[in-house]
Nanobody
Framework: IRLVESGGGAVQPGGSLTLSCVAS????????MSWVRQGPGKGVEWLSR????????HYADSVRGRFTISRDNSKNTVYLRLSRLNTDDTAMYYC??????????????????WGRGTQVTVSS
């Protein structure tokens, strides 16, 4: 299983970014996918999960209404659109393949794989 994130960068407060995660090594269309993040000096935070298509999505309260998860099964890619960013959103963002369809876990043991992450820095 391989997950490769991209799209991070530096952005000003209020700005937007779209993160991408290209998956390989497993049946992507038959897999739920998640995004998690870890900020500097902070623990891991679960952000969002998407079902087999774009009809089932779940979000953490901290990002609901600002972040949007989506997927393109033809490209084996899951996205996370970040908007109305603030400094608290500064973190390394990871996509992950959860073991459970209902998982909001932050434990690596509850995922088949994580990517290496893409850094998002929000500052003025």
């Amino acid at each position: 299983i391989r997950l490769v994130e991209s799209g991070g960068g530096a952005v000003q407060p209020g700005g937007s970014l779209t993160l991408s995660c290209v998956a390989s090594g497993f049946d992507f269309g038959d897999s739920y996918m998640s995004w998690v993040r870890q900020g500097p000096g902070k623990g891991v935070e679960w952000l969002s999960r998407i079902g087999y298509d774009n009809s089932v999505t779940h979000y953490a309260d901290s990002v609901r209404g600002r972040f949007t998860i989506s997927r393109d099964n033809s490209k084996n890619t899951v996205y996370l659109r970040l908007s109305r960013l603030n400094t608290d959103d500064t973190a390394m963002y990871y996509c992950a393949k959860p073991k459970s369809r209902s998982s909001t876990s932050i434990s690596a043991a509850d995922y088949f794989a994580w990517g290496r992450g893409t850094q998002v820095t929000v500052s003025s």
